[in-house]
């Protein structure tokens, strides 16, 4: 039971413009969640969270919206850039500090 | 510090044979994680650990799979036998209880022939 998803594998955004990448879960005891960024031949890295108590956070281009109600997160990222171009992770941490991540989305922005 | 080192970074191995990957986490993370990403599944969590102590092994998909960490500075994930579909890339990570989550390791692609 994959209790944190993200449902489009890949995103095609044209540089300028703005990316939305979502992810669902089903677990309402979550408390805290996190986006990750891959490059290719690198490990995961963090880029942005946020607590189950607020439903935006914002650091720059990247912004990331809650709706707890509907167990929806989604990260924005306006202009996206080239650089952008990587795998996200969306990740959902419990009260043990447990994280689950979601599959995955690739963005490719194209200059 | 030079975050969480992972060693080697690629391995190419034939069906059968034992492959070790290993890990040094950051020093004073109380956690370790083991993981492994694929096309179909993402990022699946294998196992972790607390201080040194398996906690949850419920993730390691088969009986080939086990992992140690004898030391607060050392892990280790061997795959015995191992077969083709193993090949994926492996991450060990490790966590602090920070709100930054993991800090993981550059990865051990394996290709398993």
């Known amino acids: 039971d994959q209790q944190v998803k993200q449902n489009s594998p890949s995103l095609s955004v044209q540089e300028g413009r703005i990316s939305i990448l979502n992810c669902d879960y089903t677990?309402?005891?979550?408390?805290?969640f996190l986006w990750y960024k891959k490059y290719p031949a690198e490990g995961p890295t963090f880029l942005i969270s946020i607590s189950s108590i607020k439903d935006k956070n914002e650091d720059g281009r990247f912004t990331v919206f809650l709706n707890k109600s509907a167990k929806h997160l989604s990260l924005h990222i306006v202009p996206s850039q080239p650089g952008d171009s990587a795998v996200y992770f969306c990740?959902?941490?419990?009260?043990?500090?447990?994280?689950?991540f979601g599959g995955g989305t690739r963005l490719m922005v194209k200059p | 510090d030079a975050g969480v080192i992972q060693s080697p970074r690629h391995e190419v191995t034939e069906m059968g044979q034992e492959v070790t990957l290993r890990c040094k986490p950051i020093s004073g993370h109380d956690y370790l994680f083991w993981y492994r990403q694929t096309m179909m599944r993402g990022l699946e969590l294998l196992i972790y650990?607390?201080?040194?102590?398996?906690?949850?092994d419920s993730g390691m998909p088969e009986d080939r799979f086990s992992a140690k960490m004898p030391n607060a500075s050392f892990s280790t994930l061997k795959i015995q036998p191992s077969e083709p579909r193993d090949s994926a890339v492996y991450f060990c990570?490790?966590?602090?209880?920070?709100?930054?989550?993991?800090?993981f390791g550059s990865g051990t692609r394996l290709t398993v022939v």
């Open positions: 650990f607390n201080n040194n102590v398996p906690i949850d």
């Open positions: 990740a959902a941490r419990n009260a043990g500090n447990m994280l689950t």
């Open positions: 677990n309402s005891m979550f408390d805290y």
């Open positions: 990570a490790t966590g602090g209880g920070t709100i930054y989550g993991y800090t």
